[in-house]
């Protein structure tokens, strides 16, 4: 039997959401834990306000709604009905906030997309799906009420580290928590204090390549040695009590060297790793010259070329 006009919208929708990193479910296997984004098909709402297409998980709260179409629907007008499906999330799901905040409408060849943080939101046609690493940074910065214009997607990450630097930064020694960790050195002024950990990620970031013919490949960890040799404000050598990771980059607790300089490190997430891997690159383009990027990568080193 031919498929549906409808079934080639959604899979090619699905195909595009897995692309973007979104892990998609059915109803029968949810698991909103599975990855930081995970879109669910067919989604009961509240009464009155039918299933949703897809809803949208960001670290297991709902943040959005796709409205399907098959191909050739003029995707204008559609946002209400998307609105409408925003505004019927169950009271007992958790939630980034209510009305859920970003809605898109999708044919699976053309997509729509609203940010319902905006002063004014309104549907704005868009490439591709957002990752789910864009729209957390969204509500993160949104959650943070910062008063600033419309942010790109490498504002609102440079955004989002300098406030976890500057947050962790005034967090003590051996503190316990969630707090998180800068390197702190006694005697160092807080901006040293930042700009070092600044320069610690992108040397990790940049310590994290390898090559394979004419491609450049991201490692999931380097040792501390690794990075520190790459990195411009550091030597190589380390006070096990002098240097304390912040929650951006964190020691590998699977493997415990006797050495402290060995000791593995790994970024908290992928996207933290593309992003420093961008602005070293930057600084040390020598190092890449002939070497093709991947893609997540060369979207951060774009942005950042244009500021």
Not at 24 to 32: D, F, G, K, L
Not at 266 to 291: K, M
Request: glycine share 6%.
């Amino acid at each position: 039997m031919a498929e549906k006009p409808e079934e080639r919208a959604r899979a090619e929708i699905d195909r595009l959401l897995a692309a973007a990193g979104w892990s998609v479910q059915s109803m029968s296997e949810t698991n909103i834990h599975a990855a930081r984004g995970v879109a669910i098909r067919e989604f009961p709402l509240k009464t009155g306000h039918g299933f949703a297409d897809y809803l949208l998980y960001i670290d297991a709260k709902a943040a959005g709604v796709i409205e399907a179409k098959k191909e050739g629907v003029t995707l204008t007008g559609v946002e209400t009905q998307s609105a409408r499906y925003a505004q019927g999330l169950p009271d007992e799901l958790p939630a980034w906030n209510r009305p859920l905040p970003f809605s898109y409408q999708s044919t699976g060849v053309e997509t729509h997309f609203t940010n319902g943080l905006n002063p004014e939101p309104r549907s704005r046609p868009t490439f591709a799906f957002h990752r789910p690493d864009s729209l957390r940074l969204t509500a993160y910065v949104a959650e943070e009420d910062i008063p600033d214009e419309p942010l790109s997607r490498n504002k609102l990450m440079r955004t989002f580290v300098e406030m976890k630097l500057h947050r962790d930064s005034e967090a003590p020694l051996n503190s316990g928590g969630n707090t998180g960790r800068s390197p702190i050195v006694e005697g160092w002024s807080f901006e040293k204090r930042i700009a070092t950990s600044l320069s610690l990620m992108c040397g990790a970031a940049g310590a994290m390549t390898s090559q394979h013919g004419q491609f450049a490949g991201l490692a999931e960890s380097c040792t501390l040695a690794q990075a520190a040799s790459k990195a411009n404000l550091l030597q190589v050598e380390f006070d096990e009590l002098a240097v304390v990771l912040n929650s951006l980059l964190e020691f590998d607790r699977s493997q415990q060297p006797s050495s402290f300089d060995r000791r593995r490190l790994v970024f908290s997430h992928r996207a933290f790793q593309e992003f420093f891997l961008a602005r070293y690159i930057l600084d040390h383009e020598e190092e890449f010259a002939g070497l093709k990027l991947p893609m997540e990568v060369t979207s951060w080193l774009d942005g950042e070329k244009v500021k």
